[in-house]
């Protein structure tokens, strides 16, 4: 069994969505049912597959959790350009996000494809 906690993409992904916590909580009250719990539940998607992708038994099974934190992210990613285009959070701090969400998006990527490879 793995450890998720030693994967640097859950670190990665658990900070990043400490982050959203913080910034939602100056979205309008009206938005709380709305934008900002689906914001906050996207991103936390991310570290919640990944864990629980490292509780599977094969690399396949854990690869399928890795897709579906990937898709996590891309929600992630569009939910915060709404965020921005709303002007909820300024074009700096959704920059800076946004480049955090790549960077995610990026580091699974690549942990799936060591997955598939033919060495792993």
């Known amino acids: ?12 992904s658990h ?3 400490l982050e959203v916590y913080k910034i939602t909580s100056h979205f ?12 906050r539940r996207a991103s936390s998607s991310i570290p919640t ?10 690399d396949k099974e854990f690869n399928q959790f890795l897709n579906i934190a990937l898709g996590s992210a891309n929600e992630t990613e569009y939910l915060l350009i ?7 959070i300024n074009t700096e701090i959704a920059l800076d996000f946004l480049d ?10 690549n942990l ?6 033919p060495t792993a």
């Open 28 to 39: 309008p009250k009206e938005e709380i049912y709305n934008l900002t719990s689906q914001i």
């Open 49 to 58: 597959n990944i864990s629980e992708g490292c509780g599977r038994n094969s």
């Open 1 to 12: 069994m793995r450890d998720f906690k030693k994967y640097d993409i859950w670190q990665s």
């Open 15 to 17: 900070s990043f969505t």
């Open 100 to 109: 955090k969400i790549n960077s995610i998006k990026s580091k699974i990527y």
């Open 82 to 88: 709404l965020s921005r285009d709303l002007h909820y």
């Open 112 to 117: 799936k494809q060591k997955l598939i490879s």
